[in-house]
């Protein structure tokens, strides 16, 4: 039984958490660290379902309406959609280092999501049945991008690569401008990455505006990408008319670290998330004590100097984590408890450790693979399960942008064989109608 | 724009819609057979939220209090799991027949979705750098099974099957048991196909007690299965924190057919969905409009003889739906649009046309493949997409019990060939941190 909040935790304001396993509470502190809900979901619920529902109702008129309410962007229809000269000039006036890193990115996801594809299999059993599964893309499909801060190109990469390596013909790009502002590198990403069209427009109007169309937006089956709590209560209540990813929380690294780590790298490691959102996460596990000290330390050195200092240090307090164990050994369950959306082994053997662990959306090998690589150009996705969900889920691939029909094909002969066993199921679960459309076909 | 409800509809209150291709008003009138709601999504998300918090916070002695209230059951801690000796009692009073049926039945499941569990991939790119997805078994699935009418014993292979192919080392059962009586080939199927617990208890108390656990039964991380409005609302409340499959609508058959088939077979086929619920739905595209009207006429006749004719009419009568074309080619776009749960393609060359179809959950091909052959013992889940939710989604599969980590290993001199455009992206994106944990590794 889940008990939220009960109990006394070894917490000191403003710092990490600091647990270690060898201590009798360590159970209660762990199982609250685990327990804390990071997010805290803004009741939006109401206000979104009266805008999909006039975007329903209203088409263009809704969306242009909200635009200028929201966006402070005053909209027509023929000035929705972002012109392929304005695309152009993004990605000419985008400097060539940046354009290179985005080609180099496009080039490795690309070829790593090729080798996702799932294959087509269509067989005949002993009897001569033939059965199988054949995989088709989904036709079209919408891409939410957040405006502001959280306007990532990266992120433009890893939802369209895996949609068009799977060969989806239509991708509906929408991110909104306020005042009319578009990062230039999002629609240099999106030119790289293949988008079909884009719309300067955000917000739950826009998932709506995608979902069921407008004048100016065809529908799409299936809804991708990231936003604030209007986009994904949007996405939650257009669910079912069409398909949605994954609605993701707060970033989240886990390290596992032997005391052989240069403590600054593995603090720098820790702020990557950290610096992300003041909901993030940051844990390490380590077997070294005196490592952990060291890290504590290197993690307040650097935050110093970063950017995002405070977002950081906000993160790190509320959130962060060291954890001690006697052993490495000891970190695999917790790790398996935690299902984090990132986890670096930066130990001497990773691969053995790796083989020990079960629940985790993406790993990193070794002292050499700082996650950050997986951000941008290793080739592996981004789009990650947080929030413990690496227990039943899994990153962004292809097979979101697919989808399978089963094959039967039976013979007459075929269908006498197991047409009695059929009918027999049929009838003990009291379905005349399905006894009869087998026991027809053989004048039974 | 989806414009719901406007405009005339050329229905006929009390007879299936009848819709001719060729006619001016078809499009009008085909939107509309698609739009229309055929479930009543019953409001009882705040009763079932109140009921999944109680359990949350009383474990055991809500789920206990709860399952006494509304299945007029009185448990205790010791009586609610269903015991080995009950579980085999049920499956030696089972006649040989019908457990022959259900051997069958699980061996061919089994057999087909050993076929679909997905492969490692671990591998060196040109750099030299490893990649890879590695898939894992979840750890533990919950399974619902319905009461009542809606027990199915097929059903509890269909769910259990894949989690057992998948590796799922724990599947706990729940059954609602309406003053204690429990169906015994539901446990039988749950012997057969391996299910390691089973409790006697349903509803949203059941849902989440699998999501959060009790002092008796340990949580799970994903719960499947069919259930009423209360069990969907509950699925629906408690994702993210465990996980769900697929919300499954009522159930649908598109039949597309030329005029060289027995109109009593293919009227056996429609009514085989019509008779599961009042909201099913069953539409026949022909290219012979006198086809089309002898399998209405064929389904007039058979639906007397039905036990359960009155949901098979009331289901023919107000979703069922005769579609006219002028060539089986004109059935593709229509068929694409439903994105049919079942779909029978019970025509000369059905691969032919099979090839040029996009949506659908399963595909039945030739004269002698009745979709009921998938529902029991051909092999494929029948657990399918409904509400033209094939546009985007697959059936229950191998790999809604899998989830996959991505990998990544990089030595120094990798990083030092990749990092360079890590840290431009990175610096581009504004996030220090990032660019800072691929420099430090290069003294950069």
Same mark, same amino acid.
């Given at each position: 039984?889940?008990?939220?909040?009960? %109990?006394?935790?070894?917490?000191?304001?403003?710092?990490?958490?600091?647990?270690?396993?060898?201590?009798?509470?360590?159970?209660?502190?762990?199982?609250?660290?685990? *327990? =804390?809900?990071?997010?805290?979901?803004?009741?939006?619920?109401?206000?979104?379902?009266?805008?999909?529902?006039?975007?329903?109702?209203?088409?263009?008129?809704?969306?242009?309406?909200?635009?200028?309410?929201?966006?402070?962007?005053?909209?027509?229809?023929? =000035?929705?959609?972002?012109?392929?000269?304005?695309?152009?000039? &993004?990605?000419?006036?985008? $400097?060539?280092?940046?354009?290179?890193?985005?080609?180099?990115?496009?080039?490795?996801? +690309?070829?790593?999501? @090729?080798?996702?594809?799932?294959?087509?299999?269509?067989?005949?059993?002993?009897?001569?049945?033939?059965?199988?599964?054949?995989?088709?893309?989904?036709?079209?499909?919408?891409?939410?991008?957040?405006? /502001?801060?959280?306007?990532?190109?990266?992120?433009?990469?890893?939802?369209?690569?895996?949609?068009?390596?799977?060969?989806?013909?239509?991708?509906?790009?929408?991110?909104?401008?306020? @005042?009319?502002?578009?990062?230039?590198?999002?629609?240099?990403?999106?030119?790289?990455?293949?988008?079909?069209?884009?719309?300067?427009? %955000?917000?739950?109007?826009?998932?709506?505006?995608?979902?069921?169309?407008?004048?100016?937006?065809?529908?799409?089956?299936?809804?991708?990408?990231?936003?604030?709590?209007?986009?994904?209560?949007?996405?939650?209540? #257009?669910?079912? $008319?069409?398909?949605?990813?994954?609605?993701?929380?707060?970033?989240?690294?886990?390290?596992?670290?032997?005391?052989?780590?240069?403590?600054?790298?593995? !603090?720098?490691?820790?702020? +990557?998330?950290?610096?992300?959102?003041? *909901?993030?996460?940051?844990?390490?596990?380590?077997?070294?004590?005196?490592?952990?000290?060291?890290?504590?330390?290197? #993690?307040?050195?650097?935050? /110093? +100097?970063?950017?995002?200092?405070? =977002?950081?240090?906000?993160?790190?307090?509320? $959130?962060?984590?060291?954890?001690?164990?006697?052993?490495?050994?000891?970190?695999?369950?917790?790790?398996?408890?935690? &299902?984090?959306? $990132?986890?670096?082994? !930066?130990?001497?053997?990773?691969?053995?450790?790796?083989?020990?662990?079960?629940?985790? %959306?993406?790993?990193?090998?070794? @002292?050499?693979?700082?996650?950050?690589?997986?951000?941008?150009?290793?080739? +592996?996705?981004?789009?990650?399960?947080?929030?413990?969900?690496?227990?039943?889920?899994?990153?962004?691939?292809?097979?979101?942008?697919?989808?399978?029909?089963?094959?039967?094909?039976?013979?007459?002969?075929?269908?006498?064989?197991? %047409?009695?066993?059929?009918i027999?199921?049929a009838r003990?679960?009291?379905l005349d109608a399905h006894s009869r459309s087998v026991a027809i076909r053989l004048?039974l």
């Open positions: 039984m889940d008990q939220p909040g009960c %109990g006394p935790v070894k917490r000191i304001s403003r710092l990490p958490w600091r647990l270690d396993s060898t201590d009798a509470e360590f159970e209660q502190g762990f199982a609250s660290l685990l *327990a =804390t809900k990071r997010e805290q979901a803004a009741d939006v619920d109401a206000a979104v379902r009266a805008i999909v529902a006039r975007v329903r109702a209203e088409g263009d008129a809704a969306v242009i309406a909200l635009t200028s309410q929201f966006d402070a962007l005053d909209l027509t229809p023929a =000035t929705m959609r972002v012109t392929a000269e304005e695309i152009d000039a &993004a990605f000419e006036a985008t $400097h060539p280092e940046t354009l290179e890193a985005l080609e180099l990115a496009h080039a490795r996801i +690309s070829a790593h999501h @090729r080798r996702q594809m799932p294959k087509d299999d269509r067989y005949q059993d002993a009897l001569g049945v033939e059965l199988g599964s054949r995989w088709t893309a989904i036709e079209s499909v919408g891409l939410y991008v957040p405006g /502001g801060m959280a306007s990532y190109p990266s992120s433009v990469l890893m939802n369209a690569v895996p949609a068009t390596v799977a060969g989806v013909e239509r991708i509906a790009m929408v991110v909104p401008a306020m @005042r009319g502002a578009l990062n230039p590198l999002v629609l240099a990403a999106a030119k790289i990455a293949g988008v079909t069209e884009i719309y300067r427009i %955000g917000g739950a109007q826009a998932v709506a505006a995608l979902a069921y169309g407008t004048e100016t937006i065809a529908p799409v089956a299936k809804i991708v990408g990231p936003g604030n709590a209007f986009v994904a209560a949007a996405k939650r209540q #257009v669910f079912g $008319h069409v398909g949605i990813d994954m609605i993701a929380g707060p970033s989240e690294i886990l390290v596992i670290a032997d005391g052989d780590n240069d403590p600054d790298w593995i !603090a720098a490691d820790l702020l +990557s998330q950290a610096e992300h959102d003041t *909901a993030a996460q940051s844990i390490l596990i380590t077997d070294d004590a005196a490592f952990a000290d060291a890290v504590a330390d290197a #993690v307040e050195r650097q935050l /110093g +100097s970063l950017s995002r200092s405070q =977002t950081a240090a906000a993160s790190w307090a509320d $959130h962060g984590a060291i954890v001690t164990v006697p052993t490495l050994a000891d970190a695999v369950p917790l790790s398996d408890r935690i &299902a984090p959306e $990132h986890l670096e082994l !930066a130990v001497a053997d990773p691969d053995a450790l790796f083989a020990r662990l079960r629940n985790a %959306g993406a790993v990193f090998l070794g @002292r050499y693979t700082p996650e950050v690589i997986g951000d941008y150009v290793g080739g +592996s996705n981004h789009v990650l399960p947080t929030a413990r969900s690496a227990r039943f889920s899994s990153g962004l691939s292809v097979l979101d942008f697919v989808k399978r029909t089963s094959i039967l094909k039976l013979s007459a002969d075929q269908l006498r064989t197991l %047409g009695p066993a059929a027999e199921l003990v679960e009291g004048n």
